[in-house]
């Protein structure tokens, strides 16, 4: 019988300043498949080794370079590394997703993190295997290794989250390199490697509250910058007045977000960061400049800004006056010969989502 569902997943801003690979938001900005399966019309998916056809819409980020072959697109090789941890091959006869991602690659808006999830829960799905969102985490970060993304887009809302420690056994387990877990494109046969299950709870998180008169302004600068390349420019070690300074603001700035009103006085200063901004200024023309001249006393509405993830995009957090807070980002950046697009988002509150749809014949 036909099954047809889609999965919702949306894009997050990481870090929030001082948070670096601890808090992370959730934004109503949704990855979204539509899936299919039908194995009446399993001839259509034939030319793909694991059953799978997939299409991308024309309107998509990404459209043109995202790959469409099931082993070597990031949300179906997650979704194939679930179902061979749990003993199945390939996707069920006839598997059909149109995949429909506003979320701008590689600037910052979780959209790998996104992908991550969203294969997460399709392998789940087309599996059965009845995994809670909890569970799902683990797999999540067996391949995206920090938390912050990846349990706000799974879980929704403001969150804060951790890697517990693990034990030498199961460090083993995770500490695979990441092609077994991603099995490399290849277009040769099926090797019959069964991963092994992930830890239990690798990941814990809590829910902050958000105040909602909060809206999050994403400047986006039109230009990639890997995660990878963005995380290399970070140091390996740290002043312990450094790390005092984030974890002092970290502890004031969870609490400073719920608080009606919202208070600039307290937000802007708890939003500075030591740990990662200063470095990463070098690879983001203009960061410095918007950094320290765009305040709540130069733009009226505007609580906080910082880098977004690993940038390049800017997350500006006001109540009012959207529309100047961003045009004053915008030409800073224009003057370092940037160009930029914005969006002013809400925050998504319930994380990824499955729906199921009514068969049709
Ligand atoms: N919808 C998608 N389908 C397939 N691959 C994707 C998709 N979204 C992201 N990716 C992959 O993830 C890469 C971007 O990941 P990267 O971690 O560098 O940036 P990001 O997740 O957008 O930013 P950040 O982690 O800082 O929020 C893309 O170049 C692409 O390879
Ligand atoms: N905390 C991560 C988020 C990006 O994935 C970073 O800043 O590198």
């Given at each position: 019988m036909a099954r047809s569902f889609v999965i919702k997943v949306p894009a997050s801003s990481a870090n929030i300043g001082p948070g670096y690979d601890v808090l992370g938001v959730g934004l109503a900005l949704f990855l979204e498949l539509q899936v299919r399966i039908d194995s009446l019309h399993a001839s259509e998916t034939n030319n793909d080794a694991n059953n799978c056809k997939l299409t991308y819409s024309e309107t998509s980020e990404g459209y043109g370079s995202v790959p469409l072959k099931s082993d070597s697109n990031l949300?179906?090789?997650?979704?194939?590394?679930?179902?061979?941890?749990?003993?199945?091959?390939?996707?069920?006869?006839?598997?059909?997703?149109?995949?429909?991602?506003?979320?701008?690659?590689?600037?910052?808006?979780?959209?790998?993190?996104?992908?991550?999830?969203?294969?997460?829960?399709?392998?789940?799905?087309?599996?059965?295997?009845?995994?809670?969102?909890?569970?799902?985490?683990?797999?999540?970060?067996?391949?995206?290794?920090?938390?912050?993304?990846?349990?706000?887009?799974?879980?929704?809302?403001?969150?804060?989250?951790?890697?517990?420690?693990?034990?030498?056994?199961?460090?083993?387990?995770?500490?695979?390199?990441?092609?077994?877990?991603?099995?490399?494109?290849?277009?040769?046969?099926?090797?019959?490697?069964?991963?092994?299950?992930?830890?239990?709870?690798?990941?814990?998180?809590?829910?902050?509250?958000?105040?909602?008169?909060?809206?999050?302004?994403?400047?986006?600068?039109?230009?990639?910058?890997?995660?990878?390349?963005?995380?290399?420019?970070?140091?390996?070690?740290?002043?312990?007045?450094?790390?005092?300074f984030n974890l002092q603001r970290l502890a004031v700035l969870t609490m400073a977000l719920t608080q009606d009103p919202p208070n600039a006085d307290l937000i802007y200063p708890a939003m500075q960061d030591r740990v990662h901004q200063p470095y990463r200024k070098i690879l983001i023309p203009g960061l410095n400049e918007i950094l320290q001249s765009v305040t709540p006393t130069t733009q009226r509405g505007l609580l906080g800004i910082c880098l977004s993830g690993a940038g390049p995009t800017i997350l500006a957090l006001a109540t009012e006056n959207f529309d100047d807070i961003a045009h004053e980002i915008i030409n800073t950046f224009s003057k370092n010969n940037v160009n930029c697009d914005w969006k002013l988002l809400d925050i998504a509150q319930d994380g990824a989502i499955v729906e199921q749809l009514p068969i049709s014949e």
């Open positions: 949300i179906t090789r997650t979704a194939l590394y679930v179902l061979r941890c749990n003993n199945i091959r390939k996707f069920p006869l006839g598997t059909k997703i149109h995949i429909h991602n506003p979320i701008p690659l590689g600037r910052g808006l979780g959209s790998s993190g996104a992908a991550v999830v969203a294969g997460v829960l399709l392998g789940n799905e087309v599996g059965q295997l009845g995994f809670s969102k909890q569970r799902m985490l683990d797999f999540c970060l067996m391949i995206e290794r920090h938390p912050d993304n990846i349990t706000a887009a799974m879980m929704g809302s403001f969150c804060g989250s951790f890697l517990r420690e693990l034990t030498p056994q199961e460090v083993e387990r995770r500490e695979i390199p990441l092609a077994e877990v991603l099995p490399e494109p290849s277009g040769g046969e099926d090797t019959g490697l069964v991963p092994p299950l992930p830890p239990t709870d690798i990941g814990r998180h809590v829910k902050y509250n958000w105040n909602p008169k909060i809206k999050c302004i994403a400047i986006i600068p039109q230009f990639e910058l890997s995660t990878a390349d963005s995380r290399s420019v970070l140091p390996k070690a740290y002043t312990t007045q450094d790390v005092v």
